[in-house]
């Protein structure tokens, strides 16, 4: 084997750069860097294109992690998911990271271009939506924001009739404590999960015997840190949006911070919250 250094100059004009796949051919660093088009001469759009833009991208990886631990989920890879599911975890971190970046925007700031942006709001973002439906958040109101978009409706729509990731979870929880899912409670396709007695009645005896069900309680973990850290990136969005515009309504026609601060009550894994009251 060669210990000869690589020289990019030299070996690179040996081979040929015309005839190799570059670093933005493979990531397409040039059609991604030309989506973002300023609609005003607002110094702080292009920060607020790019932010929006780049957490889309994070959430895109999110529901793909999400669907491929649901998936190891129910082919018994429990290694694979609590992968997974940390990985999403600090996905959420990363998101959180970027409000610090927005709040550098101040009202001032945002006034100057805030009209050019119509009634579009991350309302509509139809990723987080599918984030919120893998979870457990259920509500087939929202599905109304994305009508005019056929092929995203059909997507949500056929997420509503799957059990959720937290379903799965359920039916595991009970196929290792009853030895079959026969008392488990039927999923809630179609609306927000709520706490069942059931339920927090078999955390309650996982966390009571951790050495028994440990893989069950490293689930539980897993469950908590992600709703931990999705939770704070939704006290963050409340948080900036308050500092940047106070209490106006949100461009999509939301009422703004009053809205998010109602979406702070919603709790994806209630058992796993409740239970700990009881310990």
Not at 17 to 37: P, W
Not at 169 to 189: C, I, M, S, W
Not at 226 to 244: I, K, L, P
Request: with cysteine; glycine share 6%; net charge negative.
């Amino acid at each position: 084997m060669s210990s000869k250094a690589y020289d990019p100059e030299k070996d690179g004009a040996r081979m040929g750069f015309s005839d190799a796949m570059s670093y933005g051919d493979y990531l397409h660093i040039d059609t991604l860097l030309s989506q973002q088009h300023c609609l005003s001469n607002a110094h702080d759009e292009m920060l607020f294109i790019v932010q929006h833009q780049t957490s889309e991208l994070w959430m895109k990886l999110i529901i793909h992690e999400l669907a491929a631990a649901r998936e190891a989920l129910r082919t018994g890879n429990t290694a694979k998911m609590f992968k997974m599911l940390a990985r999403v975890s600090r996905i959420f971190e990363q998101l959180n990271n970027q409000w610090d970046v927005l709040r550098t925007m101040t009202p001032a700031d945002y006034t100057l271009f805030r009209e050019t942006l119509g009634p579009s709001s991350g309302f509509q973002s139809y990723q987080y939506r599918m984030i919120e439906y893998v979870l457990g958040n259920r509500n087939p109101n929202m599905l109304k924001p994305h009508a005019h978009l056929p092929d995203i409706h059909k997507e949500l729509s056929a997420e509503l009739a799957r059990p959720s990731f937290y379903d799965e979870v359920v039916r595991l929880l009970f196929r290792t404590l009853d030895g079959h899912e026969d008392n488990a409670p039927a999923p809630q396709l179609e609306k927000p999960h709520e706490a069942h007695p059931e339920i927090q009645a078999r955390w309650k005896q996982v966390y009571e015997n951790i050495e028994t069900y440990w893989t069950l309680y490293e689930l539980g973990e897993k469950l908590v840190d992600m709703e931990d850290y999705f939770r704070r990136w939704r006290f963050n969005h409340v948080t900036t949006v308050e500092r940047v515009i106070g209490f106006k309504r949100g461009t999509g026609g939301t009422s703004g911070v009053a809205y998010l601060r109602r979406m702070l009550e919603v709790e994806l894994f209630p058992e796993l919250w409740h239970l700990r009251g009881e310990l």
